[in-house]
Every structure is written in C-alpha cells, then in structure tokens.
C-alpha cells in the first residue's frame, strides 16, 4: 500500500472530497450532531465544540505519511458547503475499509453513491488497496443498498459485532476487489 501525506482532491459531478480543514467544523456540526445522523454510528459527536475537537484530532496527522486514516470532507461544488466526510483507514492485509456520512436533509439525491464512489476510487486507484470493505449497522437499509450500488456484495454477516465503546451490533461487511471494481461499469 502506498503511503500518502495528503490525499489529492477528487471531483465527482456534484462533489468535492478533500481533506478535512479547521473551517469544516460549522458545517460538520451542523449534520454530525443531528440524532438521524447519529442514529447508526457508534462515535457520536454531541455539539460543535466535540466536532471542533474531532476535526482538529484528524489534522493532526496530516501530513504524515505514516498515517493509515484518513477523514474526509464531501463539499457541494455550488454552493461549497460540506455536506458529508467519508473516511478511509488502510489495514495491513492491504485492505482499505470505509464509511461516509452525508446531512440528512440530503438522503435519497445521490450525494452518498457519489461520496461512496469516490471512496472506493481513492482506496483502489490511489492506495492501491487489493479489497475495499465496510461494515454497516443492518437497520441502516440505505446505507446497505448504497453499498450495493457502488458495486459491493455482502461478505459476511455478524448478529453481535463488537462496534466500539462496549456496543454490540448485527453488522453486514460489505467488500469489493480491485479486479473486480475495475470490471465495473463506468
């Protein structure tokens, strides 16, 4: 897998996703507080200063090239408000998982398959990752057909997966291989 300082920008019709910046946090907080947002993440952030210190944690590995997570922002090219993030964290089995969020008021318009898209493309294209995965919380049915449109299949299902600060979820994992993103249609 290929180290990476910084992650260049990637453009889809609609989006720009970017590495997170201190002026992200106003328009993080304002999607990332709301309970429908938090409904299936387990690491909720409760107001803007726990966004702030979220976004601050993030740039501060900037820049390192030893870094193997990466968080970023999902701006709307009109109106250059962020709107979603999306995060990518390299394994060492050269595997590449995922995960976006997007601001409720949006669901259902296709910034998500976008963000998706775009996660999967910087995984395989530029970390050059043999398998990109996620894990979703199974209520979360939008985010499972999300998966589905981006080109992933469900690998594996899990009734009591251990998600992190002591909560237990069904999860489905959700993967894709590089031969097989790269069969995709354009």
């Known amino acids: ?21 201190a002026s ?15 409904k299936h993440i387990v690491h909720r952030l409760k107001d803007e200063d726990a966004v702030k210190d979220f976004v601050r944690r993030q740039m501060a590995h900037q820049g390192d090239t030893r870094r ?16 979603g993030d ?29 963000i998706g898209q775009a996660l999967l493309a910087i995984g395989i294209e530029r970390l050059r990752a043999k398998r990109v995965w996620c894990k979703i919380m199974r209520p979360n049915t939008a985010s ?9 299949a469900r690998e594996k299902s899990h009734d009591d997966f251990p998600v992190g600060q002591g909560q237990f979820e069904a999860v489905d994992v959700y993967s894709i291989s590089a031969d097989t993103y790269y069969d995709l249609p354009y």
């Open 144 to 152: 499972l057909r999300l998966a589905r449109k981006i080109g992933m």
């Open 24 to 38: 992200d946090a106003g328009d993080l907080s304002c999607f990332m507080t709301q309970a429908r947002y938090q």
């Open 86 to 114: 999306g995060f990518l964290i390299c394994h060492p089995d050269q595997s590449v998982e995922i995960g976006w969020g997007l601001h409720p008021a949006l669901w259902s318009m296709g910034f998500g398959t976008e």
């Open 68 to 83: 193997r997570v990466f968080h970023l922002s999902a701006e709307e090219r009109m109106s250059a408000e962020v709107i």
């Open 1 to 21: 897998m290929i180290s990476h300082a910084i992650l260049d920008i990637v453009e889809t019709n609609n989006l720009i996703l970017r590495e997170i910046r």
